[in-house]
């Protein structure tokens, strides 16, 4: 296992320019996701990394080596795929050796490192099946099972989980994880799926647009979102963001409430804002200061997740309790105070000044 360190990285298609000057540093055995939305550059960068995609400018080292110009069987990397990329034709057996195979390395060590991977996967019993033979779980601990026995110092993962259903996809992120950590190996992780990112990482690179907007451990980008884009993008159901202005009091909600600000902490009077508020801090209170109208709700078992209408705007409410309540109800909601996030209404960016 080894470092990863990527510098001003960029990549373009002609006169298109996907990936804008990327820097990022990945420590020997961390798990480091690469999330947003389809189109954000996150798979274009891993393959960058994998040799995959040419370099346009910037570059790619791999513990002390800059591996730009390294063709990708020499860069000691090994990629899961979406579509598990395995050969039909060949059993499980043979799909996880034929790399081995290729490099020229003896029968007895490739019988051993197949036969390794296989117990830690629990593939022992399907060794001899062919990919068509089975589910997609196991195809895809088939390729994991073909990076494992490579013993790289990177692995590389492109929305591995994509093609599996919802049950299949949390166990399946719960085994990959403890297989990187028992492996110590350092993982770069790409997904669009922002609960797979806060589940799985060390630590997560938010990217649009072809770059970053902020890098951290998954809770402190939760808890701490440095512009609107993280604070809607991470979080499900997402953080709620409405426009506010500020008053002498404090801040005029859409619906016409008033919430409450300490003196010091208050905006210029006027001043635009855009209120942030996570679901789950939002509870039912008769003298609350949000004024809403619920819209849909839905009972999950668990939790009770609440559409609301607030002055036009919309807005989410989680709850733990099980309330008997439907659309058209009236209800007032209160806040955390002290966990509340103010963005700047033109640059979307965070203004810690007013609230912490």
């Given at each position: 296992m080894s470092h990863v360190e990527i510098r001003d990285l960029r990549k373009t298609y002609g006169a298109i320019d996907v990936v804008h000057g990327i820097?990022?540093?990945?420590?020997?055995?961390?798990?480091?996701?690469?999330?947003?939305?389809?189109?954000?550059?996150?798979?274009t960068l891993l393959r960058m990394v994998a040799g995959?995609?040419?370099?346009?400018?910037?570059?790619?080292?791999?513990?002390?080596?800059?591996?730009?110009?390294?063709?990708?069987?020499?860069?000691?990397?090994?990629?899961?795929?979406q579509n598990y990329a395995l050969y039909p034709q060949m059993t499980v057996a043979q799909n996880m050796s034929f790399a081995l195979e290729l490099a020229g390395q003896g029968k007895?060590?490739?019988?051993?490192?197949?036969?390794?991977?296989?117990?830690?996967?629990?593939?022992g019993p399907l060794l001899e099946r062919k990919p068509a033979a089975l589910s997609g779980g196991q195809r895809q601990r088939v390729a994991?099972?073909?990076a494992i026995v490579r013993d790289p110092q990177v692995f590389l993962f492109d929305e591995p989980l994509s093609n599996l259903d919802a049950k299949l996809r949390v166990q399946m992120r719960?085994?990959?994880?403890?297989?990187?950590?028992?492996?110590?190996?350092?993982?770069?992780?790409?997904?669009?799926?922002?609960?797979?990112?806060?589940?799985?990482?060390?630590?997560?690179?938010?990217?649009?647009?072809g770059r970053i907007e902020q890098v951290g451990r998954p809770l402190d980008l939760y808890d701490n979102p440095r512009n609107v884009f993280v604070a809607g993008f991470l979080g499900s159901p997402a953080m709620n963001l409405w426009p506010v202005e500020a008053v002498p009091e404090g801040l005029r909600l859409p619906g016409g409430g008033i919430l409450p600000l300490p003196a010091d902490r208050r905006p210029p009077i006027g001043t635009k804002l855009t209120l942030g508020?996570?679901?789950?801090?939002?509870?039912?209170?008769p003298n609350g200061p949000i004024r809403a109208t619920v819209t849909l709700v839905e009972p999950t078992g668990s939790e009770t997740i609440i559409a609301v209408d607030i002055g036009g705007e919309q807005g989410t409410v989680l709850l733990k309790d099980r309330l008997d309540m439907a659309a058209g109800h009236e209800i007032r909601l209160s806040p955390v105070l002290d966990r509340l996030h103010l963005f700047d209404t033109q640059s979307g960016e965070v203004l810690s000044t007013y609230v912490e």
């Amino acid at each position: 296992m080894s470092h990863v360190e990527i510098r001003d990285l960029r990549k373009t298609y002609g006169a298109i320019d996907v990936v804008h000057g990327i820097d990022v540093d990945i420590d020997q055995g961390e798990f480091v996701v690469l999330v947003g939305p389809s189109g954000c550059g996150k798979s274009t960068l891993l393959r960058m990394v994998a040799g995959l995609e040419e370099v346009s400018s910037g570059a790619i080292s791999i513990g002390a080596r800059v591996v730009n110009e390294v063709a990708p069987k020499d860069r000691d990397i090994a990629m899961v795929f979406q579509n598990y990329a395995l050969y039909p034709q060949m059993t499980v057996a043979q799909n996880m050796s034929f790399a081995l195979e290729l490099a020229g390395q003896g029968k007895a060590e490739i019988a051993e490192k197949v036969s390794r991977a296989a117990e830690i996967l629990g593939l022992g019993p399907l060794l001899e099946r062919k990919p068509a033979a089975l589910s997609g779980g196991q195809r895809q601990r088939v390729a994991m099972g073909r990076a494992i026995v490579r013993d790289p110092q990177v692995f590389l993962f492109d929305e591995p989980l994509s093609n599996l259903d919802a049950k299949l996809r949390v166990q399946m992120r719960a085994e990959i994880k403890a297989l990187c950590s028992r492996l110590g190996t350092t993982t770069i992780y790409v997904t669009h799926d922002q609960v797979e990112a806060m589940t799985m990482a060390d630590k997560i690179v938010v990217l649009n647009g072809g770059r970053i907007e902020q890098v951290g451990r998954p809770l402190d980008l939760y808890d701490n979102p440095r512009n609107v884009f993280v604070a809607g993008f991470l979080g499900s159901p997402a953080m709620n963001l409405w426009p506010v202005e500020a008053v002498p009091e404090g801040l005029r909600l859409p619906g016409g409430g008033i919430l409450p600000l300490p003196a010091d902490r208050r905006p210029p009077i006027g001043t635009k804002l855009t209120l942030g508020i996570r679901p789950e801090l939002l509870a039912p209170d008769p003298n609350g200061p949000i004024r809403a109208t619920v819209t849909l709700v839905e009972p999950t078992g668990s939790e009770t997740i609440i559409a609301v209408d607030i002055g036009g705007e919309q807005g989410t409410v989680l709850l733990k309790d099980r309330l008997d309540m439907a659309a058209g109800h009236e209800i007032r909601l209160s806040p955390v105070l002290d966990r509340l996030h103010l963005f700047d209404t033109q640059s979307g960016e965070v203004l810690s000044t007013y609230v912490e």
